[in-house]
């Protein structure tokens, strides 16, 4: 079977609750012909989460952080945990995104710890691997994501968890708000490898069943081709998806039949 296309938006730092509230309203009617043909996820912050969490909840829309803290309850200062998260009714959570890696530095094994309790928990993660422009100019993209792949799967059992209990976006770090994404090429060219990782990992079934995200300034003039490759699965979009008009247009062109 075919992977299901998904087309996330992460508005990252951005919405208040109003704002939230208006983009949903405006975003539904416009996406209501797409659902057959791509899953749609929205990452809010959290504290506009619950919002977008009710307005979505009888719509096939995902709603997700963008980040958690791997312990369910107790003394960490600043974090919320799985459980909050579902309360709130999110069914998905963005981790490792390389601004949780490089800013607030997370770790491969924080990363994977996550990764691990939302599987448990029943949260879709999607797991963000990337290099940065140096290692990529150093000739280095493989190693660096390579290594953030291998890492996930020192918390989670492939075999265990089957292939579409998690998702990966591949975001080269240098293209994410940078307005220069990665050619069709070289996203597939890392995609395909983290397919062939996942291969080796967990076997053809596992690896034929993960989706495998580009994100990275996607936009409407080049989003076709990007997801129009063999390997890619939909995108994670940053900047094109704090718009209505942009990401709605963006998810319409993903629900069409792929050759
Ligand atoms: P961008 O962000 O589309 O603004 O480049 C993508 C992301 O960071 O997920």
């Known amino acids: ?13 951005n919405k208040l609750i109003s704002e939230a509230e208006e983009y949903v309203e405006g975003l539904l009617p416009r996406i209501s012909d797409a659902h057959e043909g791509v899953d749609v996820a929205i990452f809010a912050p959290f504290t506009c989460l619950g919002a977008v969490a009710r307005m979505t909840q009888d719509t096939p829309v995902l709603v997700g952080a963008q980040n958690f803290y791997y312990e369910d309850s107790g003394a960490f200062t600043g974090e919320v945990s799985a459980p909050m998260l579902k309360d709130l009714g999110a069914g998905a959570v963005v981790i490792g995104h390389s601004e949780r890696r490089e800013i607030f530095g997370e770790t491969d094994e924080a990363v994977a710890l996550k990764a691990a309790r939302a599987v448990e928990a029943g949260l879709l993660p999607i797991i963000c691997v990337g290099e940065t422009k140096e290692e ?48 069709p090429e070289d996203a597939q060219e890392a995609i395909g490898k983290i397919r062939d990782l996942l291969r080796e990992i967990g076997g053809e079934d596992f690896a034929r069943e993960v989706r495998i995200l580009y994100g990275g300034s996607i936009k409407a003039d080049n989003v076709d081709e990007i997801i129009a490759q063999e390997d890619v699965d939909g995108g994670l979009v940053g900047g094109a998806s704090l718009e209505v008009d942009t990401f709605a247009k963006l998810v319409n062109g993903a629900s069409k039949p792929r050759e």
């Open 136 to 183: 990529r100019d150093a000739g280095k993209m493989w190693e660096k994501v390579g290594a953030q792949v291998r890492a996930v799967f020192e918390q989670l059992d492939a075999q265990q968890i089957g292939g579409g209990a998690i998702v990966f976006a591949y975001e080269p770090v240098w293209a994410i708000g940078t307005g220069e994404s990665a050619t």
């Open 1 to 13: 079977m075919a992977r299901r296309p998904m087309m996330a938006a992460n508005w990252k730092m």
